[in-house]
């Protein structure tokens, strides 16, 4: 399993410490999600932060961005350090220029569903994309209950992969912990984001180790 601790559960206040355990960890990424407080009733951080983050942190970094025009970023987002870049396919009129327009960059592309959003939806984009990430809570808040239909919907998805030929690898992204880890990597998940489950824990490292086995 690839696994992809969320900085949104971490201590803002000492992101350092925070950072070294995730260097000396088995996570082989670190998500970070960026909020504009219009697409998701949430304001999170932006590029300043993911710039000084990239400093410190050894992992290449997967930047979710929960934001409209995301195409508008896609230079910013290249500058401060991200290996990957997510964008809303909710968020994008013109997907399948700026799946194009963030490989011309150099990183790779993933696109993200809504719980709400089909996986149909990327019938037509899939083969382009390297990553979908499925949320499995609607997105804006680290804590909430992972929704129980996704595991169909990976389903779905593995199956739309299969038929058109895809190497995309599907990310699950909001309520993952040791148990919903375990059921998303069975219906077919390669990835999971999991936040709170990392940083909520006395021993975050134990837990990374962990999801990495499943
Ligand atoms: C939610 C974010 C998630 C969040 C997950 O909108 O996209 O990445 O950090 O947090 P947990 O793992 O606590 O559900
Ligand atoms: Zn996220």
Redesign the pocket.
Known sequence: MIVSP?L??ADFSCLRTDLEMINASEADWL?L?VMDGVF?PNISFGFPVIEAVSRICKKPLDV?L?IENPQNYISQVRDCGAAIMNVHQEACVHLHRTVQAIKAAGMKAAVTLNPATPVCMLEDIISDVDMVLL?S?N??????KFISGTIAKIQRLRKLIADSGSEALIQI????NLTTGKEVAEAGADSV?????VFGTENPTAVISALKKL
């Open positions: 969320s949104l559960s998500h999600d998701v979710h929960m949320m809570v997105p804006g808040f680290g804590g909430q992204d909001g309520g993952i984001v999991a936040g709170s489950a």
